[in-house]
Nanobody, 118 residues
């Protein structure tokens, strides 16, 4: 059984910063692409950023230059550094990963709330 557990969400003022973490645990043989997505009520979940096993990154246009995704393969952890936060970044942020246990499967974390408000 594989679990992805996010942490680091919270309330921050506009212009502030937060760092999200997502740790994968369980019977893990390998992890390929990992990513962060976000969702607000009434809207579809949208991609924020992804990172490949080799470290190639991809960002939504709305967060380019403000957010940075990174990973620590030794810790099976992916991070999202969020700077210059805006009220429109308010959402539940979900971690996603393609993980090989006995076979390759896609996993989601439970989500962490990020609220940007003064």
């Amino acid at each position: 059984q594989v679990q992805l557990v996010e942490s680091g969400g919270g309330l921050v003022q506009p212009g502030g910063s937060l760092r999200l973490s997502c740790a994968a645990s369980g019977s893990i043989f390998s992890i390929a692409d990992m990513g962060w997505y976000r969702q607000v009520p009434g809207k579809q979940r949208e991609l924020v950023a992804t990172i490949s096993g080799a470290g190639r990154t991809n960002y939504a246009d709305s967060v380019k230059g403000r957010f940075t995704i990174s990973r620590d393969n030794a810790k099976n952890t992916v991070y999202l550094q969020m700077n210059s936060l805006k009220p429109e970044d308010t959402a539940v942020y979900y971690c996603n990963g393609n993980v090989k246990s006995t076979s390759w499967s896609n996993y989601w974390g439970q989500g962490t709330q990020v609220t940007v408000s003064s």
